[in-house]
């Protein structure tokens, strides 16, 4: 157990819908990151975001949105679903801001089908 | 062309073999290189963490980089059945705030009895 969570563990919802994901980092760690792991791509990084501040944006499309509360937790936004936004969605959580040397912990994902 | 290349497998040895997991990589600006092992409905979980050309050494597991071939590979000795997972390298930039990691899409391993 890595000490990250994800809620919810599966959801399933219809194509132009909208869906949060939530995330709660490790205690103590300032750093959230969300990935999307999907057959064909694998997994990708999305967003990382820093004592509720965005620091790096990856491959995230503009129907996504993220953000990190005071209390560090964090929410992914998914709005008009796509077939293809079907995927496994990762959190994961850092102690610091980011840098190469800190290990990123992995939640357990939110396992997204969109039909 | 995919900044990562990792061959998907899946690859099947039987136990106690010597596994050999390998990913190049096109962005010579890649510095840190990193394994995670992922089980079946797991998150990914660190394995392995490097920064320099050659071999590192972690009990049954050693993690070997070659910069000027943009190459890394994961050994795995005396494989075990509870070694079968996938086996994703990872990738960053340098320090500061380069905090995203570019991975390869996973080498699926078995280990079989």
């Known amino acids: 157990d890595s000490g990250v969570t994800q809620t919810p563990k599966h959801l399933i919802t219809a194509t132009g819908q909208r869906v949060t994901l939530r995330c709660s980092p490790r205690?103590?760690?300032?750093?959230v990151y969300w990935y999307q792991q999907s057959l064909d791509q694998g997994l990708q990084f999305l967003i990382h975001?820093?004592?509720?501040?965005?620091?790096a944006k990856g491959n995230i499309l503009e129907r996504f949105s993220a953000q990190q509360f005071p209390d560090l937790h964090s929410e992914l936004n998914l709005s008009s679903l796509e077939l293809g936004d079907s995927a496994l969605y990762f959190c994961?959580?850092?102690?610091?801001?980011?840098?190469?040397?800190?290990?990123?912990?992995f939640g357990p994902g939110t396992r997204l089908l969109v039909l | 062309q995919k900044e990562v290349e990792q061959d998907p497998g899946p690859l099947s040895v039987p136990e106690g073999a010597i596994v050999s997991l390998n990913c190049t990589y096109s962005?010579?600006?890649?510095?840190?290189f990193m394994w995670y092992r992922q089980y079946s409905r797991k998150g990914p979980e660190l394995l392995m963490y490097?920064?320099?050309?050659g071999n590192k050494e972690d009990g049954r597991f050693t993690a070997q980089v070659d910069k000027s071939s943009k190459y890394i590979s994961l050994f795995i000795r005396d494989s075990q059945p509870s070694d079968s997972a996938t086996y994703l390298c990872?990738?960053?930039?340098?320090?500061?705030?380069?905090?995203?990691?570019?991975f390869g899409t996973g080498t699926r391993l078995q280990v079989t009895l």
């Open positions: 490097t920064y320099s050309s």
């Open positions: 975001y820093y004592n509720g501040e965005e620091r």
């Open positions: 994961a959580s850092s102690v610091g801001g980011g840098t190469a040397q800190e290990t990123q912990y």
């Open positions: 962005n010579s600006a890649f510095q840190y």
């Open positions: 990872a990738m960053m930039l340098g320090t500061g705030t380069a905090s995203k990691l570019t």
């Open positions: 205690s103590g760690d300032l750093s």
